[in-house]
Structures are given as structure tokens and as C-alpha cells.
């Protein structure tokens, strides 16, 4: 029982880490390959992890889907520490518009030709960052969003995600403040209000004693005055 609740509580923190490490941006150090313009099929799994579309299109089954192809520095803990390997990774550049999550972004044909504008030939690389939020997936078809590219000096240069640095102190600093301010009315209102309420719960419970103790009496001595005609 014990085991089923560590896992019922740990079930909320695992959603909240999973939904934070999906909406928030994280920086790949990438060299852009090519770009290319796509027909994407959405199923009723997938559709999810795409956004609407574009900010004046109409929204069908199907759409074209801009894609930013690219071979990328792997990292560690979203982009703090740089691994000795390379990878390829595809990016989806679309719109945000006014949903979630609140990237506010409507130029998808302008970041699709910055990132055509850096790609990559042979004996002239160019490295750029690729700030995105998502994920990756092969067998959903599943591509994490591009929302800003920007030109670096090479592959070496080390990204600080000041944003995510931030976000989780004001988490920790929330989380503490929040703490102090429901013990404080925990103290002040909800224990007062419980001591109140065991006092005439207690109230309650001393009279209903009396009250059964006169009424066991009554029907003792009433029992006695039954066995006395009994014996006549």
C-alpha cells in the first residue's frame, strides 16, 4: 500500500517535469543541411504536438509543414553540458499564434528563410543556435518547433539558458514563499478553527455519555421492577 502511495505521489511530479521539459526553450548548436516544405497527415495522436496553423491560414486535416533539417552538438541537461558527438535532428517551424505554449510566435516564413540563409557547403560551415521547444519522435512523426535561429562563431560556444535559470528560481523562491504563507494561516485560521471544532465535538460526546448513562439506568431499574412481578 505503502509503494502505491510514493506512486500516486510522484505520478503529478513526474506530468509537471515532462510538461516543463517540453514548453521550455532549450538551445541546440546546429549546422543547418537544408530546409524543405512538407505534407503532414496529423493522426489523433500526433495532432497534439503540432500547432495550429499559420496566423491567417485556415486549419485542415492536412497542411503543409516547413522543416529545418540540421546536424547537431549533442548536450546534456538541456544544453548545460556539451557531449563529444554529433547528431542530426529535424526541426518544424510553424506559427504559435495566441496558444500554448505562449511563444506569441507568427514568423514562421521569416524564420524559414533565415534558416535557409544559413545553410551550410562544403569547406564554408556555418554554425547557428536553433532555440526550440519539443520533442523528437521517429515513429509518431513528431518534431520539435523552431522559434529563433541566430548565427555563432562555431561549434565551441557554450549557450547559458538564462530563461530556464530564472524560471526554476522563481519556482523554488514561489514554492517557498507559498509555504510560509499557508503556515502562517494554517496557524492563524485552519488550527484555531479545528480546535473549536474538537471542543464541541468533545461537548457533544460528554452529553450523549450522560444521556446514555440515565437511560441505562431507567431501563435498569425498570428491568428490576419486571423480575419483581416475575417472582410473584
Known amino acids: ?26 538551445h541546440d548548436v546546429v549546422r543547418v543541411t537544408s530546409t524543405e ?99 523528437r519522435n521517429k515513429f509518431f512523426s513528431i518534431y520539435p518547433n523552431a522559434i529563433g535561429v541566430r548565427e555563432i562563431a562555431g561549434p565551441d560556444v557554450q549557450i547559458i539558458p538564462w530563461f530556464n535559470l530564472f524560471f526554476f528560481a522563481f519556482l523554488i523562491v514561489a514554492y517557498f514563499f507559498i509555504r510560509a504563507m499557508w503556515r502562517q494561516f494554517k496557524e492563524r485560521s485552519v488550527d484555531p478553527l479545528l480546535e473549536d471544532a474538537g471542543e464541541a465535538w468533545d461537548k457533544v460526546d460528554s452529553h450523549a455519555d450522560v444521556a446514555s448513562a440515565k437511560a441505562r439506568g431507567f431501563f435498569g431499574r425498570f428491568k428490576a421492577w419486571l423480575e419483581t412481578w416475575r417472582k410473584k
Open 37 to 135: 516544405v512538407i505534407r503532414q497527415d496529423f493522426t489523433d495522436f500526433n495532432r497534439i504536438f503540432y500547432a495550429q496553423a499559420d496566423s491567417g491560414s485556415a486549419e485542415h486535416p492536412t497542411r503543409d509543414i516547413r522543416l529545418v533539417y540540421a546536424e547537431r552538438q549533442k548536450t546534456f541537461l538541456l544544453g548545460f553540458i556539451k557531449r563529444d558527438a554529433r547528431g542530426v535532428m529535424v526541426y518544424r517551424n510553424e506559427d504559435t499564434g495566441w496558444i500554448w505554449p505562449p511563444y506569441f510566435k507568427f514568423d514562421s516564413s521569416d524564420l524559414q528563410a533565415e534558416a535557409a540563409a544559413a545553410v551550410s557547403v562544403d569547406g564554408s560551415e556555418k554554425w547557428v543556435v536553433i532555440t526550440h521547444y519539443g520533442w
Open 1 to 26: 500500500m505503502r509503494k502505491v502511495i510514493i506512486t500516486l505521489k510522484l505520478l503529478p511530479i513526474l506530468f509537471l517535469l515532462g510538461l516543463l521539459h517540453y514548453v521550455l526553450p532549450q
